[in-house]
């Protein structure tokens, strides 16, 4: 009721206050005036209600003498006749409380001037528990009898510490936090520290935990949640003690990311040379979680599907939560114990932490091969996006802080880890490490920019670090590295702007990078022309950027990419290096530099391949054809092409076979997982369709064990693309019964392989039911999206009859939910027809916070449509060609 009468007031005068260095200009912050020291929070939340009542006392130290302390507040009503200023020189209320709901901010005017020196704000609020997943929010779950409930939990990275309690949101304002949480008894209460005491009160009913206050920390890394949970818990030999907690029934789900964090834990600590600082550290499994996970300092939380692992889990399943623990792990240290400045090094966080998640994984689980995998993974995703002229560079300025929204993308992340790979080889992991170490000691606790990261490794170098990595942190795009002359010694090269679409690059657009250079047996040359020809050791072949630790695409002479046909059969290519060769084939033919009709021939020369990373890359590159073939060549074509891929993989699927053996290895059971896929949407075997039905039947029939998690998937679409109704049903019934959030995604992903328009259609209303959690509810959107060029079309044309429907449901939630509805939604399309209607749909139907989704979307399709005109002018675009491979 309080929230409801809550009257916003125009604030008289602007209260942010606008940076005017250089770096800064632009930046919109609260004035330095006064800043947090330490906070004392109090917290009663209503799980009936959905809604907490608050207290706080803000320990402050007063930089300037002012009559005004501006703070973060949003969806939050402060009891004005609670606010009192606290000095040595007495107590002062405000005169006057000013909101802006621009700047999600309020300001308090004093009477008189506030004294330098320290001081305390003192006052009470109410909020509510919404149902947008950010803030103090609330999930729905079972417990162990099948009960309803309700738990609250936050997540508040980026700027939703403030929808919680009133702040300086901001991550340069670090501070120390208290908290105590009034909760039901009987229920947990958690935190980033822990417990230091406990008192009854109200009678018994209600339960008082007051927690150890926090390292000095952002406000986006406080964490605290209450509901019923069971946990598992055990020591790392560094003496940390960490906790898995899960719903209720579901504690063995915890052991596997238990031991990974158990072991990633000491494993940072001997990497980074500084231990874990804190005595505890809990992670938890949210039913309803926005991200993937939220790096929260000691109580870390995930979405159920990225940290629980159920008895017969699929090696996919196990290999994602592995490297989400490892990336949330590595933030304890870089992102919580050293903390960017501001936004637009949100990669200092991002990309570092997704460095380490492979750096860990391979150390723990040596057989996942992480490093060979990153090519066809973290690299790919990276230079897909990058390719683009709506991309970013990976320092982005920010001046808003909501605009950071828009750059948690494959770019901090993927860019980011890929440009720190780079510079590990480039400068040599011990003194890759040794400048890591010194800029960790050097920072503790405060926070830093990119030039920091850069010092420190020039230093223990001895290189200039700064100029090189300049080039692909400030500057977006990527190098293609073109081989003009090969004389078996000395190479010519050429280095310029890759671009997806393959458009003329014009001279004032022209740009430079300083490039390693790395050939097998010699240490890497840094390109830093235009042009440049470097010397090689003599080989049969040449080889550029071997390893792939250079986020850059090289186009060979007709010479030399023989010759590299030649080194694939005799097989002395390594798996990284034949699975970057295909990716960029791929992305050079579809920019016009290489013919589709080459391309084919060169996948075609891996029928005998049998390593998963390098079919995961024919994958990828065969599912970009297919997106564009299927839309504009004709049904005879289309089903030719079909018809290759499911003789190409024929072989490989044969000897892989359907059933387990006890001698596969981790990458062999996601080649199982892979090859079943690819037939799942390619073949037309007969043998393969019976196989999945046989399987599926024995599923309903309660036979698990004949369909393990690894195959699910694409046995649910063979069955669904040839059966009906009473297949489709069946599916919905599963998800009906599922106990598990990874099983309701299982018929999530699926569900639209239905067979007729009529089931997708059912499909697509379910979307927008809210029976389906919104973290969710874009999974079966997607899968209809994709299952057909009649279903593409329908989709969008659902999507845009149902906007403000979907709209309406996402409210105020992480864009990135509505990121995915935009590009799913689309990508059927491939004509600049399509792209136009697009374009046109957002102008009418405008979303600032994700301009940049659209403008990436709609790239991507204009993109699609030239290379469509392109494979039209080839034998691609003919029946014949795909016979004839």
């Given at each position: 009721q309080a929230l409801r009468s809550l009257q916003w007031l125009r604030s008289p005068k602007k209260r942010c206050r606008v940076m005017a260095t250089s770096k800064q200009a632009g930046r919109v912050l609260l004035p330095p005036t006064v800043l947090p020291v330490k906070y004392d929070i109090k917290l009663k939340p209503d799980l009936a209600n959905f809604t907490f009542e608050g207290s706080e006392v803000i320990c402050v130290d007063v930089k300037e003498s002012t009559d005004e302390i501006s703070l973060h507040v949003k969806e939050i009503a402060i009891q004005n006749h609670t606010i009192v200023f606290k000095s040595s020189e007495g107590e002062?209320?405000?005169?006057?409380?000013?909101?802006?709901?621009?700047?999600?901010?309020?300001?308090?005017?004093?009477?008189?001037?506030?004294?330098?020196?320290?001081?305390?704000?003192?006052?009470?609020?109410?909020?509510?528990?919404?149902?947008?997943?950010?803030?103090?929010?609330?999930?729905?779950?079972?417990d162990i009898n099948g009960t309803k409930k309700i738990m609250a939990s936050t997540q508040f990275e980026s700027l939703d510490a403030q929808r919680a309690f009133p702040c300086w949101d901001e991550p340069a304002r670090?501070?120390?936090?208290?908290?105590?949480?009034?909760?039901?008894?009987?229920?947990?209460?958690?935190?980033?520290?822990?417990?230091?005491?406990?008192?009854?009160?109200?009678?018994?009913?209600?339960?008082e935990i007051c927690f150890m206050d926090s390292p000095k920390m952002s406000t986006y890394l406080l964490a605290f949640l209450v509901g019923e949970f069971d946990f598992i818990q055990a020591q790392t030999n560094h003496g940390v003690l960490v906790k898995v907690f899960t719903p209720p029934g579901r504690s063995n789900d915890g052991k596997f990311p238990l031991d990974v964090a158990v072991k990633a834990l000491d494993g940072y600590d001997d990497y980074f040379g500084l231990p874990y600082p804190l005595p505890k550290l809990d992670m938890i499994a949210i039913p309803e979680f926005a991200a993937g996970a939220m790096e929260n300092w000691g109580l870390v939380t995930y979405r159920e599907v990225d940290l629980l692992i159920a008895q017969g889990a699929s090696r996919k399943q196990m290999q994602r939560v592995c490297i989400v623990v490892t990336h949330e792990l590595a933030h304890q240290w870089f992102g919580n114990l050293v903390t960017m400045q501001w936004w637009d090094d949100l990669w200092l966080n991002e990309g570092f932490a997704s460095w380490c998640e492979n750096y860990m994984a391979d150390?723990?689980?040596?057989?996942?091969?992480?490093?060979?995998?990153?090519?066809?993974?973290?690299?790919?995703?990276?230079m897909r996006l990058d390719s683009l002229r709506s991309s970013h560079p990976i320092q982005v300025p920010i001046h808003r802080a909501e605009e950071v929204e828009e750059v948690f993308d494959a770019i901090s992340y993927c860019k980011g880890a890929s440009v720190i790979k780079m510079a590990h080889a480039y400068l040599g992991a011990e003194a890759f490490r040794t400048g890591l170490r010194a800029y960790m000691q050097q920072h503790k606790y405060s926070n830093t920019e990119t030039t920091d990261l850069w010092a420190a490794w020039s230093a223990a170098s001895g290189r200039k670090v700064d100029e090189l990595m300049a080039s692909w942190t400030e500057q977006m795009g990527y190098p293609l590295v073109t081989v003009k002359s090969f004389n078996g010694s000395e190479v010519e090269l050429e280095q310029s702007w890759f671009l997806a679409d393959g458009s003329e690059?014009?001279?004032?657009?022209?740009?430079?990078?300083?490039?390693?250079?790395?050939?097998?047996?010699?240490?890497?040359?840094?390109?830093?022309?235009?042009?440049?020809?470097?010397?090689?050791?003599?080989?049969?072949?040449?080889?550029?950027?071997?390893?792939?630790?250079?986020p850059m695409r090289v186009l060979y002479t007709p010479e030399t990419y023989s010759q590299l046909a030649t080194a694939i059969q005799k097989n002395q290519l390594g798996v990284s290096d034949r699975a970057g060769l295909v990716l960029d084939s791929f992305a050079l033919a579809k920019a016009g530099k290489l013919g589709a009709d080459q391309v084919f021939k060169l996948i075609a020369s891996f029928k005998s391949e049998r390593n998963f990373i390098v079919w995961d890359a024919i994958s990828q590159a065969l599912i970009g054809f297919d997106m564009v073939l299927m839309a504009g060549v004709s049904e005879k074509t289309y089903e030719a092409f079909k018809?290759?891929?499911s003789q190409l993989i024929a072989?490989?699927?044969?000897?892989?076979?359907?059933?387990?053996?006890?001698?596969?290895?981790?990458?062999?059971?996601?080649?199982?997982?892979?090859?079943?896929?690819?037939?799942?949407?390619?073949?037309?075997?007969?043998?393969?369709?019976?196989?999945?039905?046989?399987?599926?039947?024995?599923?309903?029939?309660?036979?698990?064990?004949?369909?393990?998690?690894?195959?699910?998937?694409?046995?649910?679409?063979?069955?669904?693309?040839?059966?009906g109704k009473k297949e489709y049903s069946e599916l919905r019934a599963l998800h009906e019964k599922a106990e598990t959030n990874i099983e309701r995604k299982h018929v999530y992903v699926t569900i639209g392989c239905a067979s007729d328009m009529a089931l997708k259609k059912d499909v697509l209303e379910?979307?927008?039911?809210?029976?389906?959690?919104?973290?969710?509810?874009?999974?079966?959107?997607?899968?209809?999206?994709?299952?057909?060029?009649?279903?593409?079309?329908?989709?969008?044309?659902?999507?845009?009859?149902?906007?403000?429907?979907?709209?309406?449901?996402?409210?105020?939630?992480?864009?990135?939910?509505?990121?995915?509805?935009?590009?799913?939604?689309?990508r059927g399309f491939s004509t600049v027809e399509g792209a136009e209607e697009v374009e046109q749909f957002y102008k009418d139907h405008p979303l600032k916070q994700n301009q940049r989704t659209i403008s990436q979307t709609l790239e991507s399709i204009r993109t699609n449509a030239a290379f469509l005109s392109r494979i039209l002018k080839t034998p691609c675009s003919e029946e014949s060609f795909w016979k004839s491979l």
């Open positions: 002062v209320k405000p005169e006057g409380i000013a909101y802006s709901m621009k700047d999600s901010t309020v300001t308090f005017k004093f009477e008189e001037m506030l004294p330098v020196g320290e001081g305390k704000l003192e006052m009470e609020f109410v909020g509510i528990l919404n149902d947008q997943m950010a803030g103090f929010y609330r999930s729905g779950y079972k670090k501070a120390v936090f208290g908290l105590t949480l009034v909760v039901d008894t009987g229920l947990t209460a958690l935190s980033n520290m822990p417990e230091k005491h406990r008192c009854f009160l109200e009678g018994g009913a209600k339960t150390l723990i689980y040596p057989d996942f091969a992480m490093w060979d995998q990153f090519t066809s993974d973290s690299q790919a995703a990276a690059v014009k001279k004032e657009e022209e740009k430079l990078w300083k490039i390693p250079l790395i050939c097998k047996g010699q240490a890497p040359i840094l390109m830093e022309a235009k042009t440049q020809k470097i010397s090689v050791p003599k080989a049969d072949f040449l080889l550029l950027n071997a390893g792939r630790d250079v018809g290759f891929v072989d490989a699927a044969k000897e892989v076979g359907w059933e387990q053996k006890s001698s596969d290895g981790h990458l062999d059971g996601l080649l199982r997982e892979t090859l079943i896929n690819m037939q799942s949407k390619y073949s037309v075997d007969p043998d393969a369709i019976a196989e999945a039905k046989r399987r599926f039947g024995g599923f309903m029939a309660g036979d698990s064990s004949v369909l393990p998690d690894d195959i699910k998937e694409p046995v649910f679409k063979m069955v669904l693309k040839a059966g379910w979307v927008v039911s809210g029976e389906i959690k919104i973290q969710d509810f874009f999974y079966p959107l997607g899968s209809v999206a994709s299952s057909s060029k009649e279903a593409a079309t329908f989709t969008w044309e659902f999507y845009k009859s149902n906007f403000d429907k979907i709209l309406n449901m996402l409210k105020s939630a992480n864009p990135s939910l509505m990121d995915a509805m935009i590009s799913l939604s689309a």
